[in-house]
């Protein structure tokens, strides 16, 4: 049987948004969604709604802006980028994620070795 797509963390998308804005500088919300589903090697599936309610809040906490300009085939599109507060909140985020990924990765092994794993 395959495997689900992978199901996100709360506010781990912001992140994925804020640090591809960051890597690729302004990008329109279906770009955004298609880069994180390809970086992600397509373990992640994000639709049109999930990926809009997270630019709209990271609008709202002064994090990205946006601008209207033209896509790829000439069609009218929002454009976002990242600003110097969301430069920081994404330092921030990433330290703590970083943090949790290796407290988790402790854990976790020690479980494996606790159950003869390791």
């Not at 990926?51 to 000439?74: C, D, H, M, P, T």
């Amino acid at each position: 049987m395959p495997e689900s797509k992978l199901g996100l963390l709360q506010g781990t998308l912001d992140v994925m948004v804020l640090q591809t804005l960051a890597a690729m500088g302004p990008q329109h919300g279906y770009g955004i969604a298609r880069r994180i589903e390809q970086v992600s090697g397509d373990e992640i599936l994000l639709n049109q709604g999930t990926i809009y309610a997270s630019l709209v809040r990271l609008q709202q906490r002064g994090w990205i802006r946006a601008k209207w300009g033209a896509s790829e085939n000439k069609r009218k599109a929002k454009f976002y980028s990242i600003t110097p507060k969301g430069r920081v909140r994404l330092g921030q985020d990433v330290a703590y994620l970083q943090r949790l990924a290796d407290v988790m990765g402790r854990v976790l092994a020690s479980r494996a070795r606790e159950n003869g794993n390791a």
